[in-house]
């Protein structure tokens, strides 16, 4: 009985490495995929879009033809679960938050930002000052190529001082406010609220 236990335990902690389809980047280490749910957005270009509201001086609708139009950056970074495993010198390419900000002359009233996945389900909230002041980034190529589904294309939230579980797949809105709201994670399995390594 536990032996069949410690089998069952097994072959569980290593389903989201064994379930890794094959055209995903294996080198440096390889991402394991997890999801909330089963349903993984599947955007197209032209009907994806990231809407910024809440306490800002005005609401903003950023669609992805409008990407170029933004300073661009490119960070080489380590990407860190919290469950323990790790990707080495990850090139990821997008856009600043504060880059975005100051493009669009956006400025809040708020403390806290909540950034909300288009699996409509899950959610992490972050200052604002993790946001706009310490290199927040919004994702949208990964190792020189466009990210896949599985990894939240077509854009996800990425913090380089941040465990993954803060980095927001399949980021469709930023709702800044004066309360925090508290996370999917933080509500479900005890983690940090503020995610540092």
Same mark, same amino acid.
């Given at each position: 009985?536990? $032996?069949?236990?410690?089998? &069952?335990? @097994? !072959? %569980?902690?290593?389903?989201?490495?064994?379930?890794?389809?094959? +055209? =995903?980047?294996?080198?440096?280490?390889?991402?394991?995929?997890?999801?909330?749910?089963?349903?993984?957005?599947?955007?197209?270009?032209?009907?994806?879009?990231?809407?910024?509201?809440?306490?800002?001086?005005?609401?903003?609708?950023?669609?992805?033809?409008?990407?170029?139009?933004?300073?661009?950056?490119?960070?080489?970074?380590? $990407?860190?679960?919290?469950? &323990?495993? @790790? !990707? %080495?010198?990850?090139?990821?390419?997008?856009?600043?938050?504060? +880059? =975005?900000?100051?493009?669009?002359?956006?400025?809040?009233?708020?403390?806290?930002?909540?950034?909300?996945?288009?699996?409509?389900?899950?959610?992490?909230?972050?200052?604002?000052?993790?946001?706009?002041?310490?290199?927040?980034?919004?994702?949208?190529?990964?190792?020189?190529?466009?990210?896949?589904?599985?990894?939240?294309?077509?854009?996800?939230?990425?913090?380089?001082?941040?465990?993954?579980?803060?980095?927001?797949?399949?980021?469709?809105?930023?709702?800044?406010?004066?309360?925090?709201?508290?996370?999917?994670?933080?509500?479900?399995?005890?983690?940090?609220?503020?995610?540092?390594?």
């Amino acid at each position: 009985g536990i $032996f069949s236990m410690a089998i &069952g335990g @097994s !072959v %569980r902690w290593l389903s989201p490495i064994l379930s890794i389809p094959n +055209d =995903l980047p294996k080198r440096k280490g390889y991402f394991r995929i997890y999801n909330v749910t089963n349903n993984i957005p599947r955007y197209e270009k032209e009907n994806w879009s990231l809407t910024i509201d809440g306490l800002v001086n005005q609401s903003s609708i950023v669609k992805l033809e409008d990407v170029p139009r933004f300073p661009q950056t490119t960070i080489i970074t380590d $990407f860190h679960c919290v469950t &323990g495993w @790790s !990707v %080495r010198s990850v090139e990821m390419k997008g856009v600043l938050l504060k +880059d =975005l900000f100051n493009t669009l002359q956006l400025n809040t009233t708020g403390q806290y930002a909540t950034a909300y996945s288009g699996d409509q389900l899950y959610f992490d909230s972050f200052t604002v000052e993790q946001l706009l002041n310490e290199e927040a980034l919004l994702v949208f190529e990964l190792d020189g190529q466009p990210l896949k589904h599985v990894q939240g294309f077509p854009c996800r939230l990425y913090h380089p001082s941040l465990y993954g579980y803060k980095s927001v797949k399949w980021l469709e809105r930023l709702e800044f406010t004066k309360e925090r709201k508290i996370g999917y994670w933080q509500q479900s399995g005890g983690y940090d609220v503020n995610g540092y390594l």
